[in-house]
């Protein structure tokens, strides 16, 4: 799911402009880390993690990091995950009769999804700078963020930072495969490495851009459930020329009509109702009348419509599910004899795999289907789908939201901070499943219609990106309170 430079480019910052700029030591070190990123291919058909991990321990360890505080591990040889620690300052001793604070973990997944070259206007596995943006595979969906939590451990290291509790930065593989998901191998094979007290997760929140102007810092408080579902067709087959009534395409291609026509019912919960109420504060006249009226009892049909042709409205409205994957036939001449789709849904908080899996086989409406669970972590399928809700929303902490209260308002002036539900799933399921209180916090601009994550020409703006580390740095100092 996706800015930070001086005050006094902040008005220019927020306007996305795209002037030439000359570079800060820092910020041409997370632009280069950045790069080397982008170009490592980490997905997991054809790329490495590991390849990733070991890159930025490289880096670390050129800056002064010890190897004794850098972990590379993992169950596959391709998925090993980097977890670095920087240590409290022995000056950071608790009182007598108290325990030491326990560390900060901060997260990111390295791992990106498959970009294939034909669908792209630029390369890629290259940081291209162009208009005004970085594109790239993982600029928006994490790699950014990875290459800015790398920068600042470097930097807070190279200045001689001294926290008052560790810092630990793990970053993963995973998140979007499932498979051999890093950071739920790490909270439950070495949770002495990341055992923290809570957790700020970037990929999710930012500053959330409307029209060229901030209009609220995002804090996911909750987040939607991950589900896939295989819908199955099967026929005898035959020969082509036979009629083509029960031609498995066919049937499958009717239901799929089906689901693209079906909306789930919209449905507010706390967190979605506190984030619309907030940013309608903020909105212009229109918008501000639609907000009222979603929020409304009985919201009129027309501004459900308006409201769901926006990306991120509609996935905070209401459950999505969609056709990724489809597979039918086996003869060029031949009646297919099976036909199969992968259905992704992003289910609302309340709500579990098992009622969604029901309420498809209703929708179909077609004995000859079968709708099943496909486990997301090792691919294997089941008839019936977990009957679990998504976790409730985390509890805010003055430790971790004054802080953010402090730097946001100093540099995003007057711009709200408010919850909002994730409209995917991330590894916070696992650190809130170990009892780490997780929060997605990020200081990278995200446009509300301009969602490319897992598409093609993924983006993220330049001149966010450089605020977004300024931001990082001075939270990960509020929070650990050294010198």
Not at 240 to 251: E, F, G, M, T, W
């Amino acid at each position: 799911m996706h800015l930070r430079i001086a005050a006094v480019a902040f008005l220019c910052t927020l306007c996305f402009c795209s002037q030439a700029r000359t570079l800060a030591p820092t910020e041409q070190l997370a632009r280069d880390i950045f790069a080397e990123l982008i170009a490592i291919d980490t997905t997991d058909e054809t790329g490495s993690v590991t390849q990733a991990a070991e890159a930025m321990a490289r880096r670390l360890r050129a800056a002064g990091i010890p190897q004794a505080s850098i972990f590379i591990g993992g169950p596959h040889e391709k998925r090993h995950n980097l977890v670095v620690r920087l240590p409290a300052s022995r000056d950071a001793s608790p009182a007598r009769g108290r325990q030491p604070a326990k560390p900060i973990l901060f997260i990111g997944h390295l791992d990106v999804v498959a970009a294939p070259r034909v669908d792209w206007a630029t390369e890629p596995f290259q940081l291209v700078e162009q208009d005004g943006y970085f594109y790239g595979r993982g600029t928006q969906d994490m790699k950014g963020s990875d290459a800015i939590l790398v920068a600042n451990l470097i930097r807070l290291a190279q200045e001689g930072y001294r926290p008052q509790r560790d810092i630990i930065v793990a970053l993963t593989a995973g998140e979007e495969s499932f498979r051999d998901n890093g950071m739920k191998w790490l909270t439950e094979q070495q949770r002495q490495l990341v055992d923290a007290e809570f957790v700020i997760n970037p990929d999710g929140g930012g500053v959330l851009m409307e029209n060229a102007r901030a209009v609220a810092v995002v804090v996911d408080a909750a987040e939607k459930l991950y589900a896939d579902f295989r819908v199955t067709t099967i026929h005898p087959g035959g020969p082509s020329a036979l009629p083509p009534q029960d031609n498995a395409i066919y049937r499958l291609a009717h239901a799929l009509a089906r689901l693209d026509q079906h909306r789930f019912p919209v449905e507010l919960n706390p967190v979605t109702r506190a984030y619309f109420e907030a940013t309608a504060a903020s909105a212009d006249e229109a918008r501000r009348k639609d907000i009222a009226a979603i929020l409304a009892p009985r919201p009129q049909q027309d501004v459900i419509d308006r409201m769901s042709a926006a990306v991120h409205d509609n996935a905070s409205l209401r459950t999505v599910c969609t056709a990724t994957r489809l597979q039918a036939g086996h003869a060029n001449n031949a009646l297919p004899q099976q036909a199969e789709a992968l259905i992704n849904c992003r289910i609302l908080p309340g709500h579990s795999p098992e009622e969604v899996r029901r309420q498809l086989l209703a929708l179909f409406d077609d004995s000859r289907l079968q709708v099943q669970y496909v486990r997301e972590f090792d691919g294997k399928v089941f008839d019936v789908a977990p009957q679990e809700v998504a976790m409730p929303a985390t509890a805010p902490r003055p430790d971790v939201f004054d802080p953010l209260r402090r730097i946001a308002g100093a540099m995003w002036p007057g711009v709200p901070i408010i919850p909002a539900m994730s409209v995917g799933e991330s590894d916070a399921v696992w650190t809130q499943a170990a009892g780490m209180p997780t929060y997605a916090i990020s200081g990278l601009a995200r446009d509300r219609n301009d969602v490319r994550a897992h598409g093609k020409d993924e983006r993220i703006a330049v001149d966010g990106f450089y605020q977004g580390l300024e931001f990082l740095y001075r939270y990960m100092k509020a929070l650990t309170g050294g010198t």
